[in-house]
C-alpha cells in the first residue's frame, strides 16, 4: 500500500510542477522561489520464508542525508517556522503546491505533512 501510494503522491507532485512550469512560461516567474522536489526512491523487497521463518516484506529507502525539517503539518497548510527562519520559502511553496493539488484534483487529493532535509524533501 504505501509503495502504492508513493507512486501515486510521485505523479500528483510532477503535476503540479509540470502546472508551475507551464504558468510561469506563460506569465513570467512566480513570486515565490520554485523548489525542485522530490520523494525519496524507493522500493518494495519481499524475503521468502524457509522452514518455520514466514516470508517478510520491507520497504528500502535512499539513506538520507542532513537536518531533518518538518515544513507544514498534516492539519493546517500554514509553514511550521517563522518567516525569518531557514526554510520558510520552501515552507510557503508547499503550501502552494498543496492549494493547486486539492484545486486540480478538484478537492479528491493533496500531498500533506511535507518534511525532509534542505537538500531533499519528502511526505509521509
Not at 4 to 14: D, F, I
Not at 95 to 113: E, N, R, V
Request: hydrophobic fraction near 40%; charged fraction near 20%.
Amino acid at each position: 500500500m504505501e509503495c502504492a501510494l508513493l507512486m501515486w503522491c510521485k505523479s500528483l507532485l510532477r503535476h503540479v510542477l509540470n502546472y508551475v512550469s507551464v504558468l510561469e512560461a506563460k506569465n513570467g516567474p512566480c513570486p515565490l522561489g520554485i523548489y525542485n522536489l522530490c520523494f525519496v526512491p524507493a522500493a518494495m523487497v519481499s524475503c521468502k520464508g524457509e522452514g518455520t521463518r514466514k516470508a517478510e516484506s520491507y520497504i528500502v529507502e535512499d539513506r538520507i542525508e542532513g537536518t531533518w525539517q518538518k515544513y507544514i503539518l498534516n492539519s493546517r497548510a500554514v509553514p511550521l517556522m517563522a518567516a525569518d527562519e531557514q526554510g520558510y520559502e520552501r515552507a510557503q511553496f508547499m503550501c502552494f503546491l498543496q492549494h493547486l493539488q486539492f484545486d486540480k484534483t478538484k478537492g479528491l487529493a493533496y500531498i500533506s505533512d511535507w518534511q525532509g532535509t534542505l537538500f531533499l524533501i519528502l511526505s509521509e
